[in-house]
Protein backbone atom coordinates (compact mmCIF):
# COMPACT_ATOMS: atom_id res chain seq x y z
CA UNK A 1 0.00 0.00 0.00
CA UNK A 2 1.28 3.47 -0.62
CA UNK A 3 2.30 5.69 2.45
CA UNK A 4 3.50 9.30 2.41
CA UNK A 5 6.02 10.45 5.37
CA UNK A 6 6.84 14.16 6.60
CA UNK A 7 9.06 15.40 8.21
CA UNK A 8 9.57 17.37 10.54
CA UNK A 9 6.26 17.40 12.20
CA UNK A 10 6.97 20.76 14.70
CA UNK A 11 9.56 23.60 13.44
CA UNK A 12 10.67 26.90 14.96
CA UNK A 13 12.89 28.85 13.30
CA UNK A 14 13.87 32.50 13.41
CA UNK A 15 13.09 35.21 10.87
CA UNK A 16 15.71 35.18 8.60
CA UNK A 17 16.82 31.59 8.58
CA UNK A 18 16.37 28.64 5.86
CA UNK A 19 14.01 26.06 5.69
CA UNK A 20 14.27 22.47 4.28
CA UNK A 21 11.02 20.19 4.69
CA UNK A 22 10.79 17.18 3.27
CA UNK A 23 8.57 14.30 1.94
CA UNK A 24 8.65 11.25 0.69
CA UNK A 25 6.11 8.36 -0.69
CA UNK A 26 6.38 5.05 -0.81
CA UNK A 27 4.32 2.21 -3.01
CA UNK A 28 3.47 3.93 -5.98
CA UNK A 29 5.55 5.37 -8.96
CA UNK A 30 5.88 8.63 -11.11
CA UNK A 31 3.33 10.37 -8.77
CA UNK A 32 2.30 13.74 -8.78
CA UNK A 33 3.65 15.82 -5.77
CA UNK A 34 1.86 18.62 -4.23
CA UNK A 35 3.27 21.41 -1.29
CA UNK A 36 -0.05 23.10 0.62
CA UNK A 37 -0.39 25.41 3.16
CA UNK A 38 -3.06 25.46 5.88
CA UNK A 39 -3.83 29.05 7.52
CA UNK A 40 -5.55 28.45 11.39
CA UNK A 41 -9.38 28.24 10.04
CA UNK A 42 -8.57 28.22 6.46
CA UNK A 43 -8.82 25.97 3.45
CA UNK A 44 -5.48 24.64 2.06
CA UNK A 45 -3.91 26.71 -0.75
CA UNK A 46 -1.61 25.02 -2.95
CA UNK A 47 1.90 26.15 -3.40
CA UNK A 48 3.68 23.78 -5.63
CA UNK A 49 2.81 20.46 -7.58
CA UNK A 50 5.07 18.48 -9.59
CA UNK A 51 4.04 15.42 -12.10
CA UNK A 52 7.69 14.62 -12.23
CA UNK A 53 11.97 14.64 -11.67
CA UNK A 54 12.84 18.44 -11.84
CA UNK A 55 9.64 19.32 -13.36
CA UNK A 56 8.03 22.38 -10.40
CA UNK A 57 4.84 24.68 -11.10
CA UNK A 58 4.05 27.47 -8.86
CA UNK A 59 0.99 28.22 -7.69
CA UNK A 60 1.19 31.82 -5.66
CA UNK A 61 3.85 33.82 -5.62
CA UNK A 62 6.20 33.58 -2.67
CA UNK A 63 9.49 33.40 -0.17
CA UNK A 64 9.18 29.72 -1.08
CA UNK A 65 10.76 27.04 -3.50
CA UNK A 66 10.40 23.44 -4.22
CA UNK A 67 12.39 20.53 -5.56
CA UNK A 68 11.83 17.27 -6.36
CA UNK A 69 15.01 15.27 -6.83
CA UNK A 70 13.83 11.66 -7.32
CA UNK A 71 10.82 10.41 -8.33
CA UNK A 72 9.03 10.39 -4.93
CA UNK A 73 10.83 13.01 -2.80
CA UNK A 74 9.34 16.24 -2.85
CA UNK A 75 11.21 19.17 -0.76
CA UNK A 76 10.00 23.00 0.34
CA UNK A 77 12.78 25.17 1.11
CA UNK A 78 13.42 28.61 1.75
CA UNK A 79 16.72 30.90 2.34
CA UNK A 80 15.57 33.18 4.75
CA UNK A 81 11.77 32.92 6.36
CA UNK A 82 9.71 35.77 6.87
CA UNK A 83 6.94 35.85 9.83
CA UNK A 84 4.42 35.53 7.08
CA UNK A 85 5.62 31.53 6.54
CA UNK A 86 4.34 30.27 9.73
CA UNK A 87 1.59 27.84 9.31
CA UNK A 88 0.62 24.43 8.87
CA UNK A 89 2.53 22.73 5.66
CA UNK A 90 1.24 19.52 4.08
CA UNK A 91 2.70 17.27 1.26
CA UNK A 92 0.43 15.59 -1.11
CA UNK A 93 0.06 12.85 -3.60
CA UNK A 94 -1.50 11.86 -6.60
CA UNK A 95 -1.91 9.06 -8.81
CA UNK A 96 -0.21 10.09 -12.36
CA UNK A 97 -1.03 11.14 -14.43
CA UNK A 98 -3.66 12.33 -12.84
CA UNK A 99 -6.62 10.73 -13.83
CA UNK A 100 -7.99 10.63 -10.20
CA UNK A 101 -8.32 13.20 -8.87
CA UNK A 102 -8.24 12.25 -5.10
CA UNK A 103 -5.39 13.85 -2.98
CA UNK A 104 -3.33 11.85 -0.08
CA UNK A 105 -1.97 13.73 2.90
CA UNK A 106 0.80 13.46 4.61
CA UNK A 107 0.97 14.43 8.51
CA UNK A 108 1.70 17.95 8.04
CA UNK A 109 4.49 19.86 9.23
CA UNK A 110 3.40 22.78 11.79
CA UNK A 111 5.85 26.08 11.19
CA UNK A 112 6.12 28.89 13.44
CA UNK A 113 8.62 31.40 12.76
CA UNK A 114 9.75 33.67 15.31
CA UNK B 1 -12.49 30.10 -10.93
CA UNK B 2 -14.24 27.67 -8.53
CA UNK B 3 -15.30 29.17 -4.78
CA UNK B 4 -16.39 26.51 -2.03
CA UNK B 5 -17.82 27.49 0.73
CA UNK B 6 -19.40 25.47 3.80
CA UNK B 7 -22.77 26.59 5.38
CA UNK B 8 -21.38 26.64 8.99
CA UNK B 9 -18.42 26.82 10.37
CA UNK B 10 -19.02 24.97 13.66
CA UNK B 11 -21.36 21.98 14.25
CA UNK B 12 -22.00 20.58 17.91
CA UNK B 13 -23.97 16.98 17.74
CA UNK B 14 -25.32 14.37 20.17
CA UNK B 15 -23.35 11.08 20.35
CA UNK B 16 -25.55 8.97 18.71
CA UNK B 17 -27.24 11.03 16.68
CA UNK B 18 -26.81 11.39 13.10
CA UNK B 19 -24.60 14.71 11.84
CA UNK B 20 -25.15 17.10 8.60
CA UNK B 21 -22.70 18.77 6.96
CA UNK B 22 -22.85 21.41 3.87
CA UNK B 23 -21.04 22.31 1.07
CA UNK B 24 -21.62 25.11 -1.88
CA UNK B 25 -19.98 25.22 -4.79
CA UNK B 26 -20.08 27.81 -7.48
CA UNK B 27 -18.53 26.46 -10.80
CA UNK B 28 -21.19 24.08 -12.45
CA UNK B 29 -18.67 23.16 -14.57
CA UNK B 30 -17.11 20.76 -11.52
CA UNK B 31 -17.43 17.36 -11.72
CA UNK B 32 -15.80 15.25 -8.53
CA UNK B 33 -16.26 16.26 -5.41
CA UNK B 34 -14.05 14.82 -2.38
CA UNK B 35 -15.31 14.78 1.54
CA UNK B 36 -11.91 15.15 4.14
CA UNK B 37 -11.90 14.72 7.56
CA UNK B 38 -8.94 16.85 9.55
CA UNK B 39 -8.17 16.13 13.13
CA UNK B 40 -5.93 18.49 15.21
CA UNK B 41 -2.43 18.62 14.08
CA UNK B 42 -2.72 16.20 11.69
CA UNK B 43 -2.86 15.86 7.67
CA UNK B 44 -6.41 15.36 6.26
CA UNK B 45 -7.44 11.82 5.66
CA UNK B 46 -9.77 10.86 2.50
CA UNK B 47 -13.41 10.06 3.58
CA UNK B 48 -15.63 9.60 0.31
CA UNK B 49 -15.99 11.05 -2.94
CA UNK B 50 -18.47 10.95 -5.57
CA UNK B 51 -18.59 11.98 -9.75
CA UNK B 52 -21.31 14.02 -10.84
CA UNK B 53 -22.69 11.18 -12.77
CA UNK B 54 -24.35 10.28 -9.15
CA UNK B 55 -26.32 11.89 -6.85
CA UNK B 56 -25.44 9.86 -3.73
CA UNK B 57 -22.79 7.19 -2.88
CA UNK B 58 -22.67 5.38 1.00
CA UNK B 59 -19.39 4.37 2.79
CA UNK B 60 -19.34 2.86 6.63
CA UNK B 61 -21.78 5.22 8.30
CA UNK B 62 -21.02 7.76 5.86
CA UNK B 63 -23.07 8.90 2.87
CA UNK B 64 -22.22 11.91 0.28
CA UNK B 65 -25.10 14.01 -1.48
CA UNK B 66 -24.74 15.62 -4.19
CA UNK B 67 -26.88 18.63 -5.66
CA UNK B 68 -25.88 19.46 -9.05
CA UNK B 69 -29.15 21.82 -9.50
CA UNK B 70 -28.29 23.90 -6.99
CA UNK B 71 -24.41 23.04 -6.57
CA UNK B 72 -24.49 21.32 -3.11
CA UNK B 73 -23.18 18.61 -1.47
CA UNK B 74 -23.41 17.31 2.06
CA UNK B 75 -21.74 14.89 3.99
CA UNK B 76 -23.87 12.88 6.32
CA UNK B 77 -22.43 10.67 9.63
CA UNK B 78 -24.70 8.35 11.00
CA UNK B 79 -24.65 7.90 14.59
CA UNK B 80 -21.87 10.27 15.50
CA UNK B 81 -19.40 8.82 17.72
CA UNK B 82 -16.33 11.09 19.81
CA UNK B 83 -14.10 9.54 17.26
CA UNK B 84 -15.60 11.88 14.59
CA UNK B 85 -14.82 14.62 15.98
CA UNK B 86 -12.54 16.45 13.77
CA UNK B 87 -12.91 19.58 10.96
CA UNK B 88 -14.45 18.07 7.68
CA UNK B 89 -14.30 19.89 4.56
CA UNK B 90 -15.15 19.12 0.75
CA UNK B 91 -12.83 19.44 -2.27
CA UNK B 92 -14.16 20.30 -5.33
CA UNK B 93 -12.90 19.68 -8.68
CA UNK B 94 -12.92 20.04 -12.62
CA UNK B 95 -9.97 18.71 -13.81
CA UNK B 96 -7.01 17.33 -12.14
CA UNK B 97 -5.99 17.61 -8.13
CA UNK B 98 -4.14 20.33 -9.11
CA UNK B 99 -7.45 21.98 -9.74
CA UNK B 100 -9.05 21.12 -6.23
CA UNK B 101 -10.81 23.73 -4.45
CA UNK B 102 -11.03 23.25 -0.82
CA UNK B 103 -13.89 24.54 1.61
CA UNK B 104 -12.71 26.42 4.91
CA UNK B 105 -13.86 23.49 6.81
CA UNK B 106 -16.49 22.92 9.83
CA UNK B 107 -15.38 21.99 12.93
CA UNK B 108 -17.59 18.79 14.17
CA UNK B 109 -17.97 18.14 18.40
CA UNK B 110 -19.57 15.40 19.52
CA UNK B 111 -21.23 15.98 22.63
CA UNK B 112 -20.84 13.08 25.19
Known amino acids: SQTIHQWPATLVQPVGSPLSLECTVEGTSNPNLYWYRQAAGRGLQLLFY??????ISSEVPQNLSASRPQDRQFILSSKKLLLSDSGFYLC?????????????FGSGTQLSVL | GESVGLHLPTLSVQEGDNSIINCAYS??????FIWYKQESGKGPQFIID?????DKRQGQRVTVLLNKTVKHLSLQIAATQPGDSAVYFCAVSSGSARQLTFGSGTQLTVLP
Open chain 1, 50 to 55: SVGIGQ
Open chain 2, 50 to 54: IRSNM
Open chain 2, 27 to 32: NSASDY
Open chain 1, 92 to 104: AWSVHPGLDEKLF
